[in-house]
Nanobody, 122 residues
Framework: QLQASGGGSVQAGGSLRLSCAAS????????MGWFRQAPGKEREFVGT????????YYADSVKGRFTISRDNAKNSVFLQVNSLKPEDTAVYYC?????????????????WGQGTLVTVSR
């Protein structure tokens, strides 16, 4: 089970740190991903982090502004979002998969959190 938190309302240029807590004892065996879904749009890939945390991969739209990290000892993954833009407004979801690779597709993730809303105003 995944529980996302940390969303909120910020002005453009602001920052937030999203968290995703996982239950269970095998957290380190999962590649973790972050996705987002804006109103009226499809869920889109944000980024992934490898099982060890040593490798990350980002969508071009967030590269250089967003950073994914994880703490396997605390069964948690984080998404630091900086330099926020109004177009970043969305519900942000964490997800977990046992597969390997860059894993951009929604369908490859086996577990999903409930989402946390980020609203960015001008």
């Amino acid at each position: 089970q995944l529980q996302a938190s940390g969303g909120g309302s910020v002005q453009a240029g602001g920052s937030l740190r999203l968290s995703c807590a996982a239950s269970g004892r095998t957290f380190s065996s999962y590649v973790m991903g972050w996705f987002r879904q804006a109103p009226g749009k499809e869920r889109e890939f944000v980024g992934t982090i490898s099982r060890s945390g040593g490798s990350t991969y980002y969508a071009d739209s967030v590269k250089g502004r967003f950073t994914i990290s994880r703490d396997n000892a605390k069964n948690s993954v984080f998404l630091q979002v900086n330099s926020l833009k109004p177009e970043d407004t969305a519900v942000y979801y964490c997800a977990a998969t046992t597969r390997s690779g860059t894993l951009r597709g929604v369908g490859v993730y086996e577990y999903w959190g409930q989402g946390t809303l980020v609203t960015v105003s001008r």
